[in-house]
């Protein structure tokens, strides 16, 4: 799973919008404008289905947007959410590995002052098809 779309109901307030996201229960947002709303609401997405995914419950499926219904003024947008970008973005704490290479190796990258850490973060990226930002 990397990229979900959910539909959204955004609901026009005096300043703002207020947004809901009928599958995932209790993700709501707001924001002072349409663009800010969807970023906040994309954000509590990620939220949400981060904390399903930490205690063992799958993402929700996704309605269909045109079976959402909503009031008069409320209008359904259908937002993206990547959750690989969002697990970069939120997840930076770093892991310490154990690794063995000969010893020959490790001398010469020695004495290249070869950033370990750098090389096999690239070579974990190449090998999974990830960018390497």
């Given at each position: 799973?990397?990229?979900?779309?959910?539909?959204a109901?955004?609901?026009?307030?005096?300043?703002?919008y207020?947004?809901?996201?009928?599958?995932?229960?209790?993700?709501?947002?707001?924001?002072?404008?349409?663009e800010?709303?969807?970023?906040?609401?994309?954000?509590?997405?990620?939220?949400?289905?981060?904390?399903?995914?930490?205690?063992?419950?799958?993402?929700?499926?996704?309605?269909?947007?045109?079976?959402?219904?909503?009031?008069?003024?409320?209008?359904?947008?259908?937002?993206?959410?990547?959750?690989?970008?969002?697990t970069?973005?939120?997840?930076?704490?770093?892991?310490?590995?154990?690794?063995?290479?000969?010893s020959?190796?490790?001398?010469?990258?020695?004495?290249?002052?070869?950033?370990?850490?750098?090389?096999?973060?690239?070579?974990?990226?190449?090998?999974?098809?990830?960018?390497?930002?």
């Open positions: 799973m990397s990229k979900l779309f959910y539909p109901i955004f609901h026009p307030e005096d300043v703002g207020s947004v809901t996201v009928p599958d995932i229960g209790g993700c709501v947002s707001e924001g002072d404008s349409l800010e709303a969807y970023e906040m609401i994309t954000d509590a997405i990620g939220l949400c289905i981060t904390d399903m995914l930490e205690n063992g419950t799958t993402a929700p499926i996704a309605s269909s947007p045109q079976n959402i219904k909503h009031e008069k003024d409320d209008f359904v947008v259908l937002v993206e959410f990547d959750q690989l970008a969002y970069r973005r939120h997840d930076t704490k770093a892991v310490k590995k154990t690794l063995t290479i000969p020959w190796l490790n001398t010469m990258a020695e004495e290249k002052h070869l950033n370990f850490s750098g090389i096999l973060q690239d070579a974990l990226k190449d090998q999974l098809n990830l960018p390497k930002q």
